[in-house]
């Protein structure tokens, strides 16, 4: 029976999950790669990402209660998130620092190791290091949008810094939008409407939570088990390659030297 998602294992007792919509773009990704390795390395990135927010989270008192790898990245779902604004940075932070460290450490065997490990190791580095940067735009509720609403919630308060951190998060959103328009990337413009529309809705929860909100919706209710799972979104940075990260890095470099040869 076909289901919405598959289990692939268990990680510290966290079930990680293959979502449908990534299992059917693999083979999109693998012949736009034209690799299938390298799609499957940069969804396991992803997966090593999110535990290193699972990680923290759980030492912060956190329930994890699955991650999920789809189409737009990895999700970590996560309930009674930290709300103490130290322990928010520490847990928005964790899973860029992984893939930082993943990706310097697959750049430095690269070039030390050389052979035929080089062209995976360096695909592997510039795979992470992407991963990593692109995660701390602060485009709320990316994890660098975490991080500034943290910031700015020591001094001005949990909700005026969420409603400046979602704010912030559309500019970024409409900005990846347009860019995924005219650059052809149809996933960074599902990723910009995404970030777009659950900064509104993270929004609206923390004024939930604070007991603030007066819309249209704010009706009475009981309780839902569901209230208080948040989830930690980590999407991937989705240039389009015609080729893996190695030979494209390998041309551009070969590019820019060459300018520098001719004048
Ligand atoms: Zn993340």
Redesign the pocket.
């Known amino acids: 029976m076909l289901k919405s998602s598959y289990n692939l294992g268990t990680v510290w007792g966290i079930p990680i999950k293959i979502h449908i919509s990534l299992i059917i773009i693999l083979p999109l990704l693998a012949i736009q790669f034209q690799s299938i390795l390298i799609p499957v390395l940069l969804f396991a990135s992803v997966a090593l990402?999110?535990l290193?927010?699972s990680y923290v989270a759980r030492k912060k008192g956190a329930y994890v209660q699955e991650i999920m790898l789809m189409m737009l990245g990895?999700v970590?779902k996560i309930a009674d998130m930290p709300k103490r604004p130290s322990d928010e940075v520490k847990m928005?932070i964790?899973?860029?620092l992984v893939?930082l460290a993943i990706g310097g450490i697959a750049l430095a065997l690269a070039f030390l190791l050389g052979g035929i490990l080089t062209r995976t190791l360096f695909s592997v580095g510039v795979i992470n290091l992407s991963l990593g940067l692109f995660?701390l735009i602060p485009a709320f509720p990316?994890?660098g949008g975490r991080v500034l609403r943290a910031g700015l919630a020591i001094k001005k308060g949990r909700i005026e810094a969420t409603r400046i951190a979602a704010g912030v998060g559309k500019v970024c959103a409409v900005l990846f939008g347009i860019y995924g328009l005219t650059h052809g990337q149809p996933i960074l413009v599902l990723i910009a409407i995404y970030i777009y529309t659950t900064g509104s809705k993270e929004y609206r929860m923390v004024l939930m939570q604070e007991g603030q909100y007066a819309g249209p919706f704010a009706q009475p209710r009981e309780p839902r088990p569901s209230d208080n799972l948040n989830a930690?979104?980590?999407p991937p940075p989705y240039a389009r390659h015609k080729e893996d990260p190695f030979d494209q890095y390998v041309k551009r470099a070969k590019n820019y030297f060459g300018k520098w040869f001719k004048s």
Do not use: I, L, Q
């Open positions: 990402h999110e290193g927010h990895g970590a928005a964790a899973g860029p893939s995660n990316m994890d930690e979104v980590s």
